[in-house]
Nanobody
Framework: QVQLVESGGGLVQAGGSLRLSCATS????????MGWFRQAPGKERDFVAA????????NYADSVKGRFTISRDNGKNTVYLQMNSLKPEDTAIYYC????????????????WGQGTQVTVSA
């Protein structure tokens, strides 16, 4: 199993930046592609970004392209989500997740999940 713990969330003004971290333990991180999802109140859990096993490729939701960057450091067992130019509509709980099989864009494709970290962007 893989344990995932997110951190770095908080309250920020529109236009600001945050960097989320996802610390992992258990199985070797490089065995998993990693993703970030988010869920706003009353809404489904939506795909944000994903990164391949060694970080050579990534993909993003259209709503965050050019503003968010996913990265990973397998040596530190950590995945990051750098979020710039934040907007109020980015407000949500952000989750990281591990997928053995690929960089999926659907939540059901992921095998392990963290508990989430709250990001709130004020106007």
């Amino acid at each position: 199993q893989v344990q995932l713990v997110e951190s770095g969330g908080g309250l920020v003004q529109a236009g600001g930046s945050l960097r989320l971290s996802c610390a992992t333990s258990g199985r070797t991180l490089s065995n998993y592609a990693m993703g970030w999802f988010r869920q706003a109140p009353g809404k489904e859990r939506d795909f944000v970004a994903a990164i391949s096993w060694y970080g050579s490729s990534s993909n993003y939701a259209d709503s965050v392209k050019g503003r968010f960057t996913i990265s990973r450091d397998n040596g530190k067992n950590t995945v990051y989500l750098q979020m710039n130019s934040l907007k109020p509509e980015d407000t949500a709980i952000y989750y990281c997740a591990a997928d053995r099989h690929g960089m999926g864009k659907r939540a059901y494709e992921y095998d392990y999940w963290g508990q989430g970290t709250q990001v709130t962007v004020s106007a």
